[in-house]
């Protein structure tokens, strides 16, 4: 390789851990003194969500072939799997630092192959995730991650015919309710 190119790769490399390291500080602050659905305790399972996270287990694994479970703020799924990839993050974070002051090894493990170990499951989450986001949009009602770009979201409420010309007023627990059922 062309030794500028290589430097600059490596820049570049450097940068990008930088980021990722005050993303994931960040991140991480917030999953411990955050609000509502940033912190910790929105990522933890109970029965309740344990059962939608299985209704959408089997709509990943039927490659969307099953109706899409609906729920409300965040995939019931994903919460479990968000600890996971902060411990990856970690892992990475970690493992570059002290490859950046030169440890090679800790405890007998190679820290440059665990780097890149990590570095690819993080890269299949994000396949994954995008996989996931675009088939959500695709086969969901709601455009919950069209909603991030556009910033409209859409609640369907079934069982209600509106007066003509009055605005509808849903409260939040029908909302709640209605997609618990």
């Known amino acids: 390789l062309n030794p500028v190119i290589s430097e600059t790769a490596r820049d570049y490399h450097y940068i990008a851990g930088a980021v990722l390291i005050l993303a994931l500080a ?17 990522c933890e399972t109970d029965r309740h969500r344990l059962t939608q ?20 703020a965040h995939n019931p799924l994903w919460g479990p799997i968000y600890l996971l990839l902060f411990l990856f993050l970690l892992l990475q974070a970690l493992s570059g630092v002290l490859l950046l002051q030169g440890i090679g090894l800790f405890a007998g493990l190679s820290l440059y192959g665990l ?4 570095s690819t499951i993080i890269l299949g989450f994000t396949l994954l995730h995008l996989a996931a986001v675009f088939s959500h949009d695709a086969k969901g009602s709601g455009a919950d991650n069209s909603a ?7 609640f369907l409420i079934e069982d209600r015919k509106p007066e003509f010309g009055a605005p509808q007023v849903v409260p939040l627990e029908q909302l709640r309710r209605q997609l618990s059922d």
Do not use: C, K, N
């Open 26 to 42: 960040l991140r991480l602050y917030l999953l411990f003194f955050g609000r509502g659905s940033d912190l910790l305790a929105d």
């Open 53 to 72: 996270a299985g209704e959408m287990l089997r709509f990943y694994l039927s490659l969307g072939r099953t109706p899409l479970p609906r729920w409300y």
């Open 115 to 118: 780097h890149q170990l990590v």
């Open 148 to 154: 991030m770009i556009s910033g409209y979201r859409i």
